[in-house]
């Protein structure tokens, strides 16, 4: 069975739908591609968005692209703070009770009723890759980060799609506290 898997940190970000791109850039806007993510399709655009909670604002928030079919605001846990909303922490797409925010663009302005989660660890991967990991959709792993901080991360949840390219995600502050590195192999504990 396969267990090395490579890690990727990932920041505070938004997922916007088409009709919030139009609001917030102006009509029949078309997100600019900036560079490449690790998953196929999936692309960090230029432009970036403020986000507003009750407490505060986080201001040049990155969008990333392609559009979607709900705003998602992915925000580290200690964002939360500054923005006055919960920390929820979900799988993405899992959106129903999450808090929501305001987006602010250049050209208008956006009320989300939710959407801004804390996203939960997760790995990604093909078919063939779980098949050969031992694992299937769905399923919760450990994933183990060596080093000097290394730590042993609980509750990783596999995203298997044939689409998918093999690499875990965890948010900017877990992959600090652990001392991890893009590209950095752990191993997965099933």
Do not use: W
Not at 144 to 162: C, H, M, Q, S, Y
């Amino acid at each position: 069975m396969r267990t090395e898997v490579p890690i990727a940190l990932s920041n505070r970000h938004v997922h916007l739908t088409k009709e919030a791109v139009d609001i917030l850039f102006g009509k029949d806007y078309t997100l600019t591609h900036k560079s490449d993510l690790s998953q196929p399709g999936q692309y960090a655009a230029v432009e970036c968005i403020d986000i507003q909670g009750p407490k505060g604002t986080i201001p040049k928030v990155r969008v990333l692209g392609p559009e979607r079919s709900a705003c998602q605001v992915e925000i580290l846990a200690s964002d939360s703070f500054k923005l006055g909303v919960p920390i929820v922490i979900r799988d993405s797409g899992d959106l129903d009770g999450t808090p929501g925010c305001t987006l602010i663009g250049p050209a208008g302005t956006l009320e989300i009723a939710q959407g801004v989660i804390v996203a939960a660890r997760h790995i990604h991967m093909n078919l063939k890759e779980a098949e050969e990991f031992g694992v299937k959709d769905g399923d919760k792993v450990k994933l183990v980060v060596p080093g000097e901080r290394g730590l042993t991360f609980d509750n990783v949840l596999i995203r298997a799609k044939d689409t998918y390219a093999l690499e875990c995600h965890v948010d900017t502050e877990e992959g600090n506290a652990a001392g991890a590195k893009n590209g950095m192999i752990c191993q997965m504990i099933r």
